[in-house]
């Protein structure tokens, strides 16, 4: 099956700090990528949704100049959370939407734990 | 607004038994359900997908029935064994079908 990495899988940052974190779809294109983030025992919230060369889209009261994103290739997209607060602190997630037609199914990352002291 | 609802409690089964969890929506009518499993830590995993027109659909030792009239899913795990103990997330898409909804999951232990 298709395969997502991220990279770190886990980061402790000072709070005001910024942290970046990676997302690439190893062995596909992916036309678009969604970040989520999901805290402790909840469903995963959709944050955003990347196309590449484009602007990412967010969702209702998601901060874009907080939570910035990059989708540089087919490959490849970037989420940073700028000036990290502790309510920051959550597991955030990419998945991957792949090129071919009729393709429904988004394939996930391993998520990235990051905590903010 | 699209809504979906897992049973929140966490369900107990003995190994060997069959497993049933739920997924109810309301509020629309999807083209296409989506079954995830996560594990503690880790990203959801795909696992099935069931369009409108299926009622049914299996894979290996997993089963998913869709209900368009009653706005419900049904995931079956046959013969379950403790390395099915995850979070089973119901996932549908949105009205214009380019997001994902995911319900909240339902914790499944399966006890040896």
């Known amino acids: 099956g298709a395969v997502v990495s991220q990279h770190p899988s886990r980061v402790i940052c000072k709070s005001g700090t910024s942290v970046k974190i990676e997302c690439r779809s190893l062995?596909?294109?992916?036309?678009?990528m969604f970040w989520y983030r999901q805290f402790p025992k909840q469903s995963l919230m959709l944050m955003a949704t990347?196309?590449?060369?484009?602007?990412?889209?967010?969702e209702q009261g998601v901060e874009k100049d907080k939570f910035l994103i990059n989708h540089a290739s087919l490959t490849l997209s970037t989420l940073t959370v700028t000036s990290a607060h502790p309510e920051d602190s959550s597991f955030y997630i990419c998945?991957?939407?792949?090129?071919?037609?009729?393709?429904?199914?988004?394939?996930f990352g391993p998520g990235t734990r990051l905590t903010v002291l | 607004s699209q809504k979906i609802e897992q049973n929140s409690e966490a369900l107990n089964i003995q190994e060997g038994k069959t497993a049933t969890l739920t997924c109810n929506y309301t509020?629309?009518?999807?083209?296409?359900l989506q079954w995830y499993r996560q594990d503690p830590g880790r990203g959801p995993v795909f696992l099935l997908l069931i369009r409108e027109n299926e009622k049914e659909k299996r894979k290996e030792r997993l089963k998913v029935t869709f209900d368009t009239t009653l706005k419900q899913s049904l995931f079956h795990i046959t013969a379950s064994q403790p390395a099915d103990s995850a979070t089973y997330l119901c996932a549908l898409p949105n009205t214009g079908g380019f997001k994902t909804i995911f319900g909240a999951g339902t914790r499944l232990f399966v006890k040896a």
């Open positions: 990347s196309n590449e060369g484009s602007k990412a889209t967010y």
């Open positions: 998945s991957a939407r792949a090129l071919a037609a009729g393709s429904d199914t988004q394939y």
């Open positions: 509020n629309y009518s999807p083209a296409y």
């Open positions: 062995d596909f294109q992916a036309t678009t």
